[in-house]
């Protein structure tokens, strides 16, 4: 079983000690990703809206650089820090995925998230 790292620079670099994604098995396990503009590194926080386009933008670059895409998504976790944007979220997100092919997921309230971002999201994709 060999690990792979997966980096794009059309995904924002990690703000920590980790990977955007790892490949293992056949299964990309994708880092938490907030709204970071991988092209200026500016941090989109002026409505929730924008940050989940960014967010999923995001996301699809690194699903893109492990030959992916989000048909191959099975598994979503979405932190927010109100829950009533979950209707915003929703709408937004359920545009990435056909209807009936949606992944599963869960969907929490947390108090804080990194930079003071409103929303964070990471996905289990399968080949």
Known sequence: MKKII???TNAPSPIGPYSQGV???????ISGQIAI????????IENIE???IQVMSNIKAILNEANMSFENVVKTSIFLKN???SLIVNKIYSGYFKEN???ARE???VSKLPKNVNVEMS???VL
């Open 50 to 52: 924008k940050e989940v």
């Open 123 to 125: 996905m289990i994709a």
């Open 107 to 109: 969907t929490i309230e």
């Open 6 to 8: 997966i980096n794009t």
């Open 23 to 29: 490949l293992m098995n056949r299964t990309l396990y």
């Open 37 to 44: 503009n991988p092209s200026n590194n500016k941090l989109i």
């Open 101 to 103: 092919i949606e992944p």
């Open 83 to 85: 829950i009533n944007d």
